[in-house]
């Protein structure tokens, strides 16, 4: 749901502009007076990281309710220009155009662009899906969102762009919209994308994309297998906080939950209460081998000292996570897997998600305890 922003922005000086600008003009909504501006050429963005130019801003302060920025003169570009604590306004141009941006108001985010009819139809979208995201967050701040919201609001969200790309099949937001599609759905839009449509400036994001949403859809597919019910966890051997070896299989006899965190990982922090009571009412029949990825030694230790964790603990030294999250189809953390003591996996759970505690009691109450 989130509202992706192309990252690895690539920024240069202002010596290569032409003549033609952005003109930025604000609602008395507005309050905003300093706005730091980040640009670059879109060619750049898609480079790999060691061959991407430094990053660049430019300061601008409001006169008159508005600002000025400069177009580069030598391709395509965009400009991010903060409007809040976590919206946007992405701008794309090309040499010798002369735009302008209205802003109505910034919470919630609301705009239009004359001038290009790319950044046009971006602003409509942006507009529309934003009030979704909206929604959404309003959502997220009481508590947890039932999932039938959260589905219904995602299917709406996904809506907006999937009917824009049917609706203007050529035109040269089509590669915008199909950013903001996920899985099967990105892969469908792009694989039908129009002739015209892949010759958008911004069709240069859409292949690192696809590599990225392949390897999710592999590691949904790999997840979906090692669920069935018939994989054997893949064993694994890490030291715990005293240096000493310990292996997955050294539980076998037990239910375990594998449970991958790193102390950066707000998300992870907040499971660890219903972890501690599952604990407690499960222990000595269940384990918990907490696995702590990505993570600097120091850290990992006193995090462990500092969220007195009770169970057993090792230290994965391994960069990006290494074979040991492949194996598990961690896509993001925390992620919990539960193993039965015959050392089978029964499911694979990513995110905190109260429903994982569910599934758990599920097993254990039906599971007859050891003798």
């Not at 003549?19 to 909504?29: F, H, I, R, Y």
């Not at 969200?157 to 790309?165: A, E, L, P, S």
């Not at 919209?177 to 129009?194: K, P, Q, V």
């Not at 189809?329 to 505690?357: C, D, M, Q, R, Y």
Request: net charge negative; with cysteine; glycine share 6%.
């Amino acid at each position: 749901m989130k509202k992706t922003l192309l990252t690895g922005l690539t920024l240069l000086s202002f010596a290569t502009m032409s003549m033609a600008d952005v003109t930025v003009k604000l609602g008395t909504a507005v309050t905003t007076s300093e706005f730091d501006v980040e640009y670059g050429y879109l060619k750049d963005m898609v480079k790999p990281e060691s061959e991407r130019p430094e990053s660049q801003k430019v300061h601008k302060t409001v006169t008159n309710g508005e600002f000025t920025l400069p177009v580069l003169s030598e391709g395509a570009a965009q400009y991010v220009i903060p409007m809040g604590q976590r919206e946007y306004i992405i701008i794309y141009t090309n040499p010798g155009e002369e735009l302008t941006v209205n802003v109505e108001s910034a919470n919630p985010l609301v705009y239009n662009i004359t001038g290009s009819q790319l950044m046009s139809d971006i602003a409509d979208l942006d507009t529309r899906s934003g009030e979704l995201l909206d929604i959404f967050r309003t959502l997220s701040a009481t508590g947890s969102p039932e999932t039938a919201e959260v589905e219904k609001l995602k299917s709406s969200y996904d809506k907006i762009f999937t009917d824009y790309i049917k609706e203007n099949p050529d035109a040269s937001a089509v590669p915008y919209a199909i950013l903001h599609l996920e899985g099967e759905d990105f892969m469908t839009a792009y694989n039908n994308m129009s002739e015209a449509a892949s010759q958008s400036p911004l069709a240069i994001f859409l292949e690192p994309q696809k590599e990225r949403v392949q390897k999710q859809l592999d590691a949904e597919r790999r997840k979906a297998e090692l669920m069935s019910g018939n994989v054997l966890a893949p064993d694994f051997t890490f030291n715990d906080i005293e240096g000493n070896p310990v292996s997955l299989s050294d539980f076998l006899g037990k239910w375990v939950i594998i449970d991958f965190w790193g102390t950066w990982c707000p998300w992870c922090i907040k499971g660890f209460p219903e972890l501690k009571e599952a604990y407690k009412e499960y222990s000595p029949r269940l384990e918990i081998l907490g696995v702590a990825c990505n993570d600097e030694y120091d850290a990992w230790k006193n995090g462990v000292k500092k969220y007195d964790l009770p169970w057993v603990n090792v230290y994965n030294p391994e960069k990006k996570g290494g074979k040991l999250l492949e194996d598990y189809a961690v896509e993001g953390f925390p992620t919990k897997a539960l193993i039965n003591p015959e050392g089978v996996i029964v499911n694979i759970t990513v995110g905190h998600n109260p429903k994982f505690f569910e599934i758990v009691k599920e097993h254990l109450s039906m599971a007859v305890p050891n003798e």
